[in-house]
T-cell receptor
Framework: NAGVTQTPKFQVLKTGQSMTLQCAQD?????MSWYRQDPGMGLRLIHY???????DQGEVPNGYNVSRSTTEDFPLRLLSAAPSQTSVYFC??????????????FGQGTRLTVV | GESVGLHLPTLSVQEGDNSIINCAYS??????FIWYKQESGKGPQFIID?????DKRQGQRVTVLLNKTVKHLSLQIAATQPGDSAVYFC????????FGTGTSLTVIP
């Protein structure tokens, strides 16, 4: 059971480049989300999805797009990378948004540097 | 948005001592709380959870206390070991997961 798999683990981009961070889970979880982690800021929610075909914005959505065509995959797209997007990105999944008695399983993270 | 914060950003304890990590939350509607442990270079891992209808919950060497009156929860680690060195996050779930900034725990051998 792989859990939540993120790729790549490390990435360096030039300002203005685009890329997609991949996230896949094999636990048949409905709820998936993306966070960024910056020093002293904790984990901040970027986008989330409560099921295939449904996405919504989190706390810091600007500069990022997501889609959820399948239950398993929840890619995060940076259309035009900016240095402010340098961060560590985590994907997480959980069985469902409600009831709220389930833990979230996290991927190993993607360390992104935008130069 | 709602905020979750930790009182102390760093904590150093001697091996074998007990550790206490504190967390404040602001959303009185949150009814579920989780403590996560994050080791360097890894994603957060679940430690223990507690629901709002409980004041205390115990796991293996860990105890979480919830004080709804002052919107505060704490994580107690008994007989702290070097392997406990990590960043600890509290998260409140009130529709979404809201995470605190984390406390870095260092265990001194």
């Amino acid at each position: 059971n792989a859990g939540v798999t993120q790729t790549p683990k490390f990435q360096v981009l030039k300002t203005g480049q685009s890329m997609t961070l991949q996230c896949a889970q094999d636990m048949n979880h409905e709820y998936m989300s993306w966070y960024r982690q910056d020093p002293g800021m904790g984990l901040r929610l970027i986008h989330y999805s409560v099921g295939a075909g449904i996405t919504d914005q989190g706390e810091v959505p600007n500069g990022y797009n997501v889609s959820r065509s399948t239950t398993e995959d929840f890619p995060l797209r940076l259309l035009s990378a900016a240095p402010s997007q340098t961060s560590v990105y985590f994907c997480a999944s959980t069985t469902q948004k409600y009831p709220r008695n389930t833990e979230a399983f996290f991927g190993q993270g993607t360390r992104l540097t935008v130069v | 948005g709602e905020s979750v914060g930790l009182h102390l950003p760093t904590l150093s304890v001697q091996e074998g001592d007990n550790s206490i990590i504190n967390c404040a939350y602001s959303n009185s509607a949150s009814d579920y709380f989780i403590w996560y442990k994050q080791e360097s270079g890894k994603g957060p891992q679940f430690i223990i959870d507690i629901r709002s209808n409980m004041d205390k919950r115990q796991g293996q060497r860990v105890t979480v206390l919830l004080n709804k009156t002052v919107k505060h929860l704490s994580l107690q680690i008994a007989a702290t070991q070097p392997g406990d060195s990590a960043v600890y996050f509290c998260a409140e779930i009130g529709g979404q997961f809201y995470f605190g900034t984390g406390t870095s725990l260092t265990v001194i051998p």
